[in-house]
């Protein structure tokens, strides 16, 4: 019987494949805070920062919310230090770091306990190997109250792990659709062929 060899990679690995293999670009290869939400590596993953690119979701033409057709519209886009996200609102980020994951690693991506505790969960669904590119946050406000999000300080952490064995088909080979993707990318499906 072949034993799973699946394992969540540490800061030595983090460190060794962002230097020869641009895994984070850029990368800070220390966890730095000074007054700001942490980011850089840690134990076993990376928290990134937010770039200061957003789609804040409002309601103002009472439209329905169709991923399978969405209708850009439904954001309002701003470029800033930090928003004003309201009470039981939603937004969407996009990491200031382009990543570049090997063939056998899979990241996922939690929240970070400053802005969880505050009311604001992230999510982001895995990246999968061999994607490319960088990572559009999700960003929801869960309070009543209106919240503060700062670009350019720490988000979300990515842990990365190894799978016991090579895909037989990874995100670049299928031709992923938010594969290289750079900046805030919406809602998208594959076009009928």
């Not at 991923?67 to 309002?76: A, L, T, W």
Request: net charge positive; hydrophobic share 35%.
């Amino acid at each position: 019987i072949k034993r799973a060899n699946k394992m969540i990679m540490n800061d030595k690995w983090i460190k060794k494949m962002a230097f020869k293999h641009d895994l984070i670009v850029p990368f800070q290869d220390k966890l730095i805070s000074d007054g700001k939400i942490s980011s850089g590596v840690s134990s076993y993953g990376y928290d990134c920062t937010l770039s200061d690119a957003f789609k804040i979701f409002h309601n103002t033409h009472a439209g329905i919310v169709d991923p399978k057709n969405f209708d850009d519209s439904n954001f309002i886009e701003k470029k800033a230090k930090e928003i004003l996200l309201p009470g039981n609102s939603f937004c969407l980020g996009v990491t200031e770091q382009v990543f570049k994951l090997p063939r056998n690693i899979l990241a996922i991506c939690v929240g970070k306990s400053t802005y969880a505790r505050a009311g604001i969960i992230v999510n982001v669904t895995p990246i999968e190997p061999e994607f490319h590119g960088t990572i559009t946050i999700e960003i929801s406000n869960t309070s009543s109250s209106i919240c503060k999000i700062y670009a350019h300080e720490g988000i979300a952490q990515f842990l990365f792990i190894k799978g016991n064995d090579e895909p037989e088909t990874s995100y670049k080979d299928r031709g992923g659709i938010y594969q290289g993707q750079r900046g805030v990318v919406g809602p998208r499906i594959l076009s009928k062929k």
